[in-house]
């Protein structure tokens, strides 16, 4: 039976630990208001993420469904019942793929491609301002230096580099 004599965690105050929490924190809070900042435009999360997908693809802007899945990780079926929302409001366009005509590409319109750069330009916006209110403009510099320090070397071990 476990009793209690009311010491601390020995790894509370490990910075693994500190790191990992505040990493969590933070993350949840600033992806919530991104969240709210997204739904504001009249977007759900997975169309922000499709029509962001849809704009970096490089030359045409246009994707398969299934790379638009892979891109946003939502089901096959809820894939399509998005994508059916996005070409009703404008945003996206179906149109037959030349390599294979028993399917169909998806490309951004231009007024999908304009709304979702105002929607990125909000978020960075806020997230500045956000980050600003906290940190000096070199602490955030430092913080994204050692975010991207970290990821780096966490996705070199995930592919075995």
Aim: aromatic share 6%.
């Amino acid at each position: 039976m476990f009793t209690s004599d009311n010491r601390p965690w020995p790894t509370t105050n490990a910075p693994a630990a500190r790191i990992v929490g505040g990493l969590f924190r933070s993350r949840n809070y600033v992806w919530d208001n991104d969240h709210r900042v997204v739904a504001a435009h009249g977007l759900t999360w997975t169309q922000f993420l499709t029509l962001s997908a849809l704009r970096s693809a490089v030359p045409d802007h246009t994707l398969s469904p299934t790379q638009l899945y892979e891109a946003t990780q939502a089901s096959s079926g809820g894939i399509t019942k998005m994508l059916h929302a996005l070409s009703d409001a404008g945003y996206v366009e179906r149109i037959d793929n030349p390599e294979d005509k028993r399917s169909t590409l998806v490309r951004i319109t231009v007024s999908g491609a304009e709304l979702v750069e105002r929607v990125v330009e909000e978020l960075i916006q806020v997230n500045t301002d956000l980050f600003g209110s906290i940190l000096s403009e070199d602490e955030c510099q430092q913080l994204a230096g050692l975010l991207r320090k970290l990821s780096t070397g966490l996705q070199q071990r995930k592919s075995g580099a």
